[in-house]
């Protein structure tokens, strides 16, 4: 079981960038995915997450209305398009994977059973 993110990188304030957590080892379409972000000092937080049919999603509120998650279970891939875009959205981003409830969508970091490696998101003011 294997997740990778990428598609971080440097952009400035008000900007867009799209990641995608690709999945291996496994059927993404059988598990919820979250995306979460810890910025250097600070706790992770749940960002977005979405269940295995797509039905359910979930975004924080700091991202609400900017950040839209989606999936391809054709690709095995989920994806986070982020736009608008600011400097307090700086930090290193994860997706994970929830075998254990997967029709529902949840924030909780401990309820994630498998984790990727992160990618770097950096927004310049």
């Known amino acids: 079981v294997q997740l990778q993110a990428y598609g971080g990188g440097l952009v400035e304030a008000g900007g867009s960038l799209r990641l995608s957590c690709a999945a291996s080892g496994f059927t993404l379409s059988r598990v919820a995915i979250g995306w979460f972000r810890q910025a250097p000092g600070k706790e992770r937080e749940g960002v977005s997450c979405?269940?295995?049919?797509?039905?359910?999603?979930y975004y924080s509120d700091s991202v609400k209305g900017r950040f839209t998650i989606s999936r391809d279970n054709a690709k095995n891939t989920v994806y986070l398009q982020m736009n608008s875009l600011k400097p307090e959205d700086t930090a290193v981003y994860y997706c994970?994977?929830?075998?254990?409830?997967?029709?529902?969508?949840?924030?909780?970091?401990?309820?994630?059973?498998?984790w990727g490696q992160g990618t770097q998101v950096t927004v310049s003011s």
């Open positions: 979405i269940s295995s049919s797509g039905g359910s999603t």
């Open positions: 994970a994977a929830d075998f254990t409830l997967p029709f529902e969508c949840t924030d909780i970091v401990g309820l994630y059973d498998y």
